[in-house]
Protein backbone atom coordinates (compact mmCIF):
# COMPACT_ATOMS: atom_id res chain seq x y z
CA UNK A 1 0.00 0.00 0.00
CA UNK A 2 1.31 3.61 -0.68
CA UNK A 3 -0.49 6.24 1.64
CA UNK A 4 0.11 10.19 0.42
CA UNK A 5 -0.85 12.41 3.43
CA UNK A 6 -2.17 16.24 2.68
CA UNK A 7 -3.79 18.79 3.93
CA UNK A 8 -1.04 20.41 6.57
CA UNK A 9 -0.67 24.65 6.95
CA UNK A 10 -0.33 26.93 9.22
CA UNK A 11 -3.37 28.10 11.18
CA UNK A 12 -3.79 29.96 14.99
CA UNK A 13 -5.07 28.44 18.30
CA UNK A 14 -8.64 27.14 17.93
CA UNK A 15 -8.79 26.56 14.17
CA UNK A 16 -9.71 23.26 12.46
CA UNK A 17 -7.79 21.33 9.78
CA UNK A 18 -8.82 18.22 7.75
CA UNK A 19 -5.78 15.76 6.67
CA UNK A 20 -6.36 13.34 3.96
CA UNK A 21 -4.56 10.40 3.44
CA UNK A 22 -4.77 8.85 0.04
CA UNK A 23 -4.26 5.16 0.04
CA UNK A 24 -3.19 3.03 -3.24
CA UNK A 25 -2.28 -0.55 -4.50
CA UNK A 26 -3.51 -3.15 -2.77
CA UNK A 27 -5.95 -1.54 -0.37
CA UNK A 28 -8.30 -4.36 -0.41
CA UNK A 29 -6.07 -6.27 2.30
CA UNK A 30 -5.72 -3.36 4.42
CA UNK A 31 -6.98 -3.93 7.89
CA UNK A 32 -7.08 -0.37 9.60
CA UNK A 33 -5.42 3.02 9.01
CA UNK A 34 -4.10 5.49 11.76
CA UNK A 35 -2.25 8.82 12.36
CA UNK A 36 0.63 9.30 13.97
CA UNK A 37 2.27 12.78 14.58
CA UNK A 38 6.04 13.44 15.57
CA UNK A 39 7.20 17.24 16.78
CA UNK A 40 11.12 18.32 16.70
CA UNK A 41 12.61 16.63 18.86
CA UNK A 42 10.32 13.87 20.07
CA UNK A 43 9.59 10.57 19.34
CA UNK A 44 6.72 10.11 17.17
CA UNK A 45 3.18 9.20 19.02
CA UNK A 46 0.21 7.62 18.07
CA UNK A 47 -3.26 10.10 17.17
CA UNK A 48 -6.07 7.69 15.99
CA UNK A 49 -6.74 4.74 14.31
CA UNK A 50 -9.48 3.04 12.73
CA UNK A 51 -10.63 -0.27 10.96
CA UNK A 52 -10.85 -0.29 7.47
CA UNK A 53 -13.83 -2.42 7.03
CA UNK A 54 -15.15 -3.14 10.03
CA UNK A 55 -16.36 -0.30 12.82
CA UNK A 56 -14.07 0.67 15.60
CA UNK A 57 -11.58 3.74 16.22
CA UNK A 58 -9.10 4.12 18.76
CA UNK A 59 -7.64 7.18 20.36
CA UNK A 60 -4.94 8.42 22.29
CA UNK A 61 -5.91 10.61 25.37
CA UNK A 62 -4.68 14.02 23.81
CA UNK A 63 -7.19 13.34 20.85
CA UNK A 64 -10.18 12.85 22.30
CA UNK A 65 -13.15 14.88 22.41
CA UNK A 66 -11.09 17.24 19.72
CA UNK A 67 -10.04 14.87 16.63
CA UNK A 68 -12.34 12.72 14.32
CA UNK A 69 -10.94 9.67 12.40
CA UNK A 70 -12.80 8.69 9.39
CA UNK A 71 -12.32 6.75 5.86
CA UNK A 72 -14.42 6.25 3.12
CA UNK A 73 -13.30 2.84 1.94
CA UNK A 74 -14.73 3.37 -1.73
CA UNK A 75 -12.41 6.15 -2.30
CA UNK A 76 -9.45 4.60 -0.51
CA UNK A 77 -9.35 7.89 1.97
CA UNK A 78 -8.72 8.55 5.46
CA UNK A 79 -9.29 11.70 7.38
CA UNK A 80 -8.11 13.32 10.63
CA UNK A 81 -10.39 16.52 11.27
CA UNK A 82 -8.91 18.34 13.48
CA UNK A 83 -10.61 21.17 15.57
CA UNK A 84 -9.95 23.11 18.71
CA UNK A 85 -6.18 23.35 17.50
CA UNK A 86 -3.42 23.97 20.16
CA UNK A 87 0.20 25.06 19.81
CA UNK A 88 1.19 21.81 21.36
CA UNK A 89 -0.40 19.87 17.92
CA UNK A 90 2.21 20.99 16.32
CA UNK A 91 3.75 18.47 14.81
CA UNK A 92 4.33 16.27 11.11
CA UNK A 93 1.45 14.09 10.87
CA UNK A 94 1.34 11.07 9.37
CA UNK A 95 -0.58 8.12 8.55
CA UNK A 96 0.02 4.45 8.29
CA UNK A 97 -1.24 1.30 7.51
CA UNK A 98 -1.57 -2.17 8.64
CA UNK A 99 -2.54 -5.48 6.53
CA UNK A 100 -2.85 -7.19 10.54
CA UNK A 101 -4.99 -7.19 13.47
CA UNK A 102 -2.04 -5.46 15.84
CA UNK A 103 0.03 -7.60 17.93
CA UNK A 104 -1.70 -7.71 21.51
CA UNK A 105 -4.32 -5.15 19.75
CA UNK A 106 -1.52 -2.51 20.52
CA UNK A 107 -3.01 0.30 18.18
CA UNK A 108 -1.04 2.71 19.34
CA UNK A 109 2.81 1.61 18.73
CA UNK A 110 4.61 2.82 15.35
CA UNK A 111 5.85 -1.26 14.89
CA UNK A 112 1.95 -2.03 14.42
CA UNK A 113 1.59 -0.83 11.35
CA UNK A 114 3.47 -1.73 7.81
CA UNK A 115 3.14 1.37 5.58
CA UNK A 116 3.52 5.28 6.33
CA UNK A 117 3.12 8.21 4.07
CA UNK A 118 5.37 10.78 3.99
CA UNK A 119 3.95 13.55 6.85
CA UNK A 120 2.40 16.58 6.20
CA UNK A 121 3.37 19.38 8.45
CA UNK A 122 0.75 20.82 11.26
CA UNK A 123 1.94 24.35 12.03
CA UNK A 124 -0.57 25.92 15.42
CA UNK A 125 0.59 29.37 16.18
CA UNK A 126 -0.95 30.82 19.81
Known amino acids: VQLQASGGGLVQAGDSLRLSCAASGRTEAMYAMAWFRQAPGKEREFVMAIRWTESGTYSADSAKGRFTISRDDVKNMGYLQMNSLKPEDTATYYC????????????????????WGQGTLVTVSS
Open 96 to 115: AATYYVPAGRDWYRVGSYNF
